[in-house]
């Protein structure tokens, strides 16, 4: 079983740039394919992007597309989320994610383990 810890959110204006990590312990990391959701208040939990076992498959929500980045780093057990040019409708608690499946899953139920979230608030 992975656990899973999240970093990097806060308070930013709307064009700036925010770095998300997700530390992964517990388990093989290289084995999980990762992902980055966010929720806003009152809203279901969103795909953002994932990105597959050993990274060269990525895949990003159209909302995101161009903006956001994901990586990972098999030898330090950690997956990061790039964001840029950020926008109001940005905000939200992002939450990074492990999944036993292949390539790049994009549906909340195929992931089995989840961190605690980190806020990111974006000011106009």
């Known amino acids: 079983q992975v656990q899973l810890v999240e970093s990097g959110g806060g308070l930013v204006q709307a064009g700036d740039s925010l770095r998300l990590s997700c530390a992964a312990s517990?388990?093989?990391?290289?084995?999980?394919?990762m992902g980055w959701f966010r929720q806003a208040p009152g809203n279901d939990r969103q795909f953002v992007a994932a990105?597959?076992?050993?990274?060269?498959?990525?895949r990003y929500a159209d909302s995101v597309k161009g903006r956001f980045t994901i990586s990972r780093d098999n030898a330090k057990n950690t997956v990061t989320l790039q964001i840029n040019s950020l926008r109001p409708e940005d905000t939200a608690v992002y939450y990074c994610a492990a999944s036993h499946l292949a390539g790049v899953p994009s549906l909340s139920y195929m992931y089995a383990y989840w961190g605690q979230g980190t806020q990111v608030t974006v000011s106009s």
């Open positions: 517990g388990g093989t990391f290289s084995r999980y394919s």
């Open positions: 990105i597959s076992w050993s990274g060269p498959s990525t």
